[in-house]
């Protein structure tokens, strides 16, 4: 079944230790993202990239960096992990990063930094 | 203010009821909105998709859109146990790429 798949499903990590959360999708969708989600606060762009080779900053950069260097793969780095980057990691993906393409999302990385 | 304003709830309804899933919103550039279903420890899943305003039916789901109040719905009709699941909208306008407002969800549960 065609999709997105994230991995680790789950994972619990030491604050100062570097994550990397894994992206995959085989729908050779242009587009994809990197959200976290916390309760209240719904759903936060973290980094996108347009293209293969390319990402840009959403909403919460802040202690994350990507990298596309293929289209199907979309890897999302903590570099020194924090409590506060505890949280649900949504991978998603869109044809292209035209307004009126809806995103598909994966289930998730649930991320818990002690 | 937030771009989207969605009530949490939870919403609890009895099977077979008619559920009405509200969002409002501020700016008028935004053309293009969304329904998505989260099933616990699930990702979002795109529900319903409709461009400006008007309906959209799709089996027992209606989407409806009211540019001129921003202010969009979810009908969901004979409501079923297996519908429980927070519901978000989502939304974009022509010229922001890369950039969708989501609502923070609305709890639903429906009781057999």
């Known amino acids: 079944i065609a999709g997105i798949t994230q991995a680790p499903t789950s994972q619990i990590l030491a604050a100062g230790r570097r994550m990397t959360l894994r992206c995959t999708q085989d729908?050779?969708?242009?587009?994809m993202y990197w959200y976290r989600q916390d309760l209240g606060l719904g759903l936060r762009l973290i980094h996108y990239s347009n293209t293969a080779g390319t990402t840009g900053k959403g909403e919460v950069p802040d202690g994350y960096s990507v990298s596309r260097a293929n289209t199907d793969d979309f890897p999302l780095t903590l570099a020194s992990a924090v409590p506060s980057q505890t949280s649900v990691y949504f991978c998603?993906?869109?044809?292209?990063?035209?307004?009126?393409?809806?995103?598909?999302f994966g289930d998730g990385t649930r991320l818990s930094i002690l | 203010q937030k771009e989207v304003e969605q009530d949490p709830g939870p919403l609890s309804v009895p099977e077979g009821a008619i559920v009405s899933l509200n969002c409002t919103y501020s700016?008028?550039?935004?053309?293009?909105f969304m329904w998505y279903r989260q099933y616990s420890r699930k990702g979002p899943e795109l529900l319903m998709y409709t461009y400006s305003s008007g309906n959209k039916e799709d089996g027992r789901f209606t989407a409806q859109v009211d540019k001129s109040s921003k202010y969009i719905s979810l009908f969901i009709r004979d409501s079923q146990p297996s519908d429980s699941a927070t519901y978000l909208c989502a939304m974009s306008g022509q010229y922001n790429f890369n950039k969708f407002y989501f609502g923070s969800g609305t709890k639903l549960n429906v009781k057999p």
């Open positions: 729908m050779r969708h242009n587009a």
């Open positions: 700016n008028s550039a935004f053309q293009y």
């Open positions: 998603a993906s869109s044809v292209s990063a035209e307004a009126n393409q809806p995103q598909h």
